[in-house]
Every structure is written in C-alpha cells, then in structure tokens.
C-alpha cells in the first residue's frame, strides 16, 4: 500500500520549514492527500508525526493545543502537527472519546481510526503514498466508503459524508452500499451531537460547489426523519450561493408556514437574521398587489415600517433570494413601496393635535393611501 506518486512536496510540506523537523517522521494526511490525487488544490493541510513525544515537539517550539489533546502549533506557519493517536469510544456523542498517543502508534494505526478511506491516505516527505485502506482505488471508482466497523462510533460521520459528496460533486461521489447501511443505523444517534455542530456541518453543505449531490441523501440515511422531518423535499439544483439563501430555496419547496419555521429556529437555535430572512421570504412568497392592506400589514410585521432603517445584510439576502424568481412581485418593486410609505411622516399629524391611538390610526391611513396610489399608479403617490 506504499506507492510514489508526483506531488506538489514543496508546496504541502512548505508550512513545516524553519524548524528542524529532519529526525521527525512526518506526513500530509487526510483531505490534502485526498484534493491532490484529484488534482485540486489543497485548502486545508493536516500533518501526523509519528515515533515522537509532546516533549519533543515542545523543545523545537511547538505549543500544544489544551491540555489532553496531542496536537501541537508550529512555532512559526502555526499550522498544527498532530500526534499518531488512536482512539476510543467511551461515552455518547462527537466528543466522547479517550485518546491515546505514544511513539509506538504507528501511522497506518492512526490512519486506521479516520472517517473515509478516501481520507485515510498519507505522503511522505520523499513523495510516498500510504494508503494501507484502499482510499485510492474509492477515489477512482468515486465511491465514499467507511474505513473500519468504527465508523459508527461517530454519528457526525453521516453529516461529514454528506458533506463530502456536496464539496466533490463535480466527481459525482457515491456512498458504498456498507457505508449507507451503517449510516442508517447511526442516524438515531444523531440526537447526541450538539446543535452547534449539525448547523456547522449543514453550513458547510450549503455553501458546497454541489449542495444538492450530499443533501439528496438525507432521506435515503433518514437523517431528514431525525432532524428535519418537515424539509423531506429539495430544491433540483439551487439558484443562490449564500448558505443562507440556499437554505430559503430548501425551506420555500416544502411550503412550510411560519410557524413551522419558528419551531426550526427554535430547535436549532437559528441567529436573529436567519430567522428573520426566512420569516421575510415565507410571507412574500405568495403576496402579491392585490390586496394594499394585506400588504402594509406584512410590511410591518417584518419590520420595514419600524423608526430604524431597514437591516441592510437582510436586504441583500432577499435580493439574492429574488434571484430564483419565486417571489410573486420582484423586489425591486417592493424596495421602491417600501422606500415611498417609510416616507409617511407623523409630523404633520402631531402639529394637527392627534397624538395615542388616533395618531396611529392616522398614520396608518395615510400609508395604506400611498401604498394603494403607488401600487395603483406607480411613482405618482400623493404628497411624495
């Protein structure tokens, strides 16, 4: 399982110089060895060093990251270097694992506990391939299969593999028969991951160069009946390039109602702005001019008519929403509405006496006027 291969030495062992590191066994190990066998460019590198102590690497300068993890920054590129380790299951979750690294951990044996084989490869300083799992022969037969029976300890696994399939979907990766069937066991764990951590990799997910390749398995490894029973349907392709507008277009296919996205948000603690953009899309998805009154009632309860100026990033994500010509009425047209019935001002009401209730009722006729003569009429609203 040890081959030479033309690898690009200089730049994926680069970050390691100006320390001497030349008794050290040291790899490129995982995604970097994998993006270059496909003739992509390496994002991220991770490095193994193998027969060595945390001493060692703390006389040549390294800082080790916390306390009971063998994973050490280079003292100048601050790249990490981690050690051979194994590791074992002891209790529920992503984290819930006991590691263990001494210099009798071999590389294959480190290489042995990763998640895909495609990710359990390694090249040397002289440009050796280690593949002890058969990650090449998956790469060229574009499968993502598990490496060891282990694989189930982790239920983040599902997630990362879907996530692998979206990041390489121009090379149309499949999930080996084994893997689906363990991945479908796994999915009741799982609700042992944190929150935080599935959105992370959903994210990752979305912004892929293909989101649709990874998240047309949901179903498949029942992961939609676990998180999101109420999203089973995806958008073909998706328009959009955001993370966030990409998760509109795949809430918009399942006409979800507002309160359905409000339970989402809550289950998974969504920020204020995703909240409010999928809210702002949900109810202009079947507005249309028709009705001024519906329509100044919806502006205002997404907060266009509030004293403060509209949330300029929000703007931007409908505007890249708009994109996928879902929305009834374009929102170009609706920014203008919005600009001429921001523009009612209370003070001519306030200087005529009315204050409290009969305030409020005032201003809310004269915008329902303008909305109606603009929607009517457009550009010749009275008084503007």
Known sequence: FRWHRVFDLPRLFAPLAGTNLETIEMYVVGGAVRDSLLGLAPKDIDY??????????????????????????????????ALARTERKTQQGHT???????????????LLRRDFTINAMAISRTGELIDPFGGQQDLNDRLLR?????????PLRILRGIRFLAQLGRFDFQLADE???????????LTE???????????????????????SQLVRLKVTDMLAPELP?????????????????????????????????????????????????????????????????????????????????LDTLL?????????PVPLVRWMFIRDQVRAVSATPFVNAGLSGKALGEAIYAERLRVLSTEISAPGTAPGL
């Open 179 to 189: 893997t689906v069937h363990l991945m479908q066991t796994m999915a009741p764990s």
């Open 233 to 313: 349907k995806l958008p073909e392709k998706f328009v959009c390039k955001s993370a966030d507008a990409r998760l509109a277009e795949w809430v918009l296919c399942n006409e979800p109602t507002t309160e359905c996205v409000s339970r989402y948000a809550a289950t998974f603690r969504l920020t204020n702005r995703r909240l409010q953009f999928l809210s702002a899309v949900i109810r202009l998805k079947d507005l249309t001019l028709t009705n001024p009154q519906a329509c100044l009632d919806a502006m205002s309860q997404l907060g266009w008519l509030r004293g403060n100026a509209p949330n300029p990033a």
């Open 48 to 81: 193994v060093a193998v027969g060595t102590t945390p001493d060692t690497l703390r006389d040549l300068g390294f800082q080790q990251v916390g306390q009971d993890f063998p994973v050490f920054l280079h003292p100048k590129s601050h790249v990490e270097v």
């Open 193 to 215: 991951l944190s929150v935080e951590r599935i959105i992370v990799e959903l994210d990752k997910t979305l912004a892929s160069e293909r989101p649709e390749h990874g998240l």
């Open 319 to 327: 505007f890249e929403f708009d994109q996928t010509q879902q929305l």
């Open 146 to 154: 598990g490496v060891s029976t282990a694989f189930v300890e982790d």
């Open 96 to 110: 819930g694992f006991v590691v263990h690294a001494d210099p009798s951990v071999t590389l294959e044996t480190d």
